[in-house]
């Protein structure tokens, strides 16, 4: 599990790297502290969610098989029809960084 978790983590900050880069596209320059208040917006990135969720509960190792399973539900394959696969794939159509976390992580589950 702990292999599946750093997977996950590297995951998850590429994903926070294409949408910091795109971000400071047009806005200039962030803060850490900056880019970390503009994420934690429920309305604009509230997508991101299910996976940031996802990857805090694997610290309760009481559900291991459980996230999983989680983990196979929300990426394999993304679900178009939610927000969080109509963003992960539309990310992944433009970041080939983000095919190779997403394949090692797919390799995993």
Avoid: C
Wanted: net charge negative; charged share 30%.
């Amino acid at each position: 599990m702990d292999e599946l978790r750093s997977a996950l983590l590297a995951l998850h900050k590429a994903l926070l790297g294409v949408e910091r880069r795109q971000l400071e596209r047009v806005h200039g320059r962030l803060s850490s502290a900056e880019f970390l208040q503009i994420v934690s917006d429920p309305i604009r990135y509230g997508w991101l969610k299910p996976f940031s969720s996802l990857i805090l509960a694997f610290d309760d190792e009481e559900h291991e098989g459980d996230l999983r399973e989680d983990a196979r539900e929300l990426l394999l394959p993304p679900k178009g029809d939610t927000p969080f696969g109509r963003r992960y794939l539309s990310l992944m159509q433009r970041e080939p960084a983000l095919v190779v976390e997403h394949r090692n992580v797919t390799r995993l589950l």
